[in-house]
């Protein structure tokens, strides 16, 4: 069995309304400056817990984060250095994954001599001494649990990630009711970001039986229940049920992480601002499909997780759960085309310089993709 | 979905060798002072590691941990007493359960004005500022990644816990080659003890999905490995599973818990001092019959993770189970009957008080146990 290191955070509270319980946490006990980022919608939600802090006598600063789409360099610098004099000694940041991605950072750069771009790229951060807790409204990144952080350089339209072991939080809050709001569009785009974290990471070239284990059950959990919970925002059992999913495709981008899905999606993303969650959607069932035959095996456990109880070779099982996949995107109202997001047949060669470039997400692929066979796979999505 | 908090260590460490790379652990970056707790069969082994950490320009304090048998609360304060100048930031612990157990309660006790009797019990500690890692010598306890220390009280022959979020240790290092040493005997009696910490958390009235996860990966990795690890033990591959599946265990053991077969076994270590892996390697199977109908589907989840592929009802496929965990514990050397173990018809009713008292972990179990059932159990062991 291969060599792994598993890294997350020491403290996973889920449940119900757990949100509640965050002002009394140990790991709050040592601290006398919080910084809070919470993205807008959550404003409400979270003045009781200033409240309760603010009367044990902790410093509080309350950041709206009001950033629209992914978030940029010169946005995340921006929050950096309004928040530089605060000087916390912990952040806890409320929201979808870029409000996560920039509280993340933020504990790690403030008052440190390294700077943002300085630490892009794998491994290169020094250190972080604030502590971190981080709470999701969205069942996507799995960013709550994860090292990573991602980030869109406009200079180069590329999105940019930051990876290191101190971006993984102190402690993570997973409560459902949290999610409630959420829109069906965004339910369906998330929750599909978070089946392929799983997906990838199972039919990875570095798969890990360790990693499996949470790849199987967060692939289950989201395909029984994403469309409940974009058909019946309000129901709290599917929100649980896709928010644990979320997180346990947060535990597979660590060790594992994800493969030609998310690389060929960084030029959608970067380029056309098309949302992570809605290009992964997209390309997932036809990169599947170019990757089965690397390993029919995985692929068919991958459709059992997802619900498939077909007889048959790996293969048969295998493609019946690529249909799946596509069945439950459409029924969650997702695009199936590339053209419908105003993709068209001119740009798919620059897509595939952009993709060609993840070379380490590239480099997990079960199967070698070239240049030639990503455009393929976008051309086959037009 | 029922509320649960998940704490285990943030870095787990797991592969063939893994126990080189811990004098470069970034956990002891910021340690100056580090207390090694290790089992005498490992000083040798863990040299070139207290070479290095010196060769930092760290202080390393080197205590083998010579006592045999479970740890009573006397041996451990005389470790306390002992260690108490030395004043560490970092507490390592490399053995078996009795070391790693005793090593968590140095890291929280030394330098703390609490004293061992004021934490026996549930959530009693007031905190720990001491860094904590545990190296498993054994595949059995799980201590690795758990809460829980277990002593033996002298004056009242009865095993103590001492449970607290502050016993979870900030890192494990889980190096197979390490329990490649280990006698058949002790692997089989570990191992199985593993196992029970698997079925007892997913049988367990407090199951839930995000541990039923761990459990069942437990439960295959040991059941399909502990026969080839007792009768080869330097075969890398099974000892490797079941290094991860006696920690799938340890992680089962925080949020859920053990239940009848921990209670039922307790006065067996307590008053004959019969190893704790033993005792729960007797007791399972007839603690399992006797709860079979409180939760037949569940109990044939387990079969099925023990391998059992039968057709039938739940009650068949759990029974046939059952049989399975029999047939392998035979298949490992382990007695089957109390009586093998010295234990005679005159000594079950206190047994059974014994085990009355253990109530939190009885109140776990998903069929009431009352003394004339424990008492039955005990006797068809016989």
Redesign the interface.
Known sequence: ??????????????????LKELSND?IL?GSNSILLLVATPLLQAVEEIVKSLKSKNKQVQLVEYKFLGEPTFSQFNILLNENQGFNPDCVIGIGGGSVLDCAKLLAALINNSQKLEDVVGIGLLN?CSIKLICIPTTSGTGSEVSPNAILLNEDTQAKSGIIS?YL?P?ACYLDPVLTVSLPSKLTAETGIDALSHCIEAYTNKFAH??VD??AL?GIQLIAENIQEACENGSNI?AR??LL?GSMYGGLCLGPVNTSAVHALSYGLGGKFHVPHGLSNAILMPEVLRFNLSANPKRHADVARALGITLEGSDEEIALAGIEKIEAISKACNIPQRLIEIGVTEDVLPELADIAMKVTRLLKNNPREVTREDAIGIYKRLL
């Not at 069995?1 to 757990?18: A, D, H, R, W, Y």
């Open positions: 069995m291969n060599s792994i290191t598993l890294l997350q955070p020491g403290k996973i509270v889920f449940g119900e309304g757990s140990t006990e250190g072991p993984v102190d039986p360790t284990v949470y059950k059992e649980s049920a644990l």
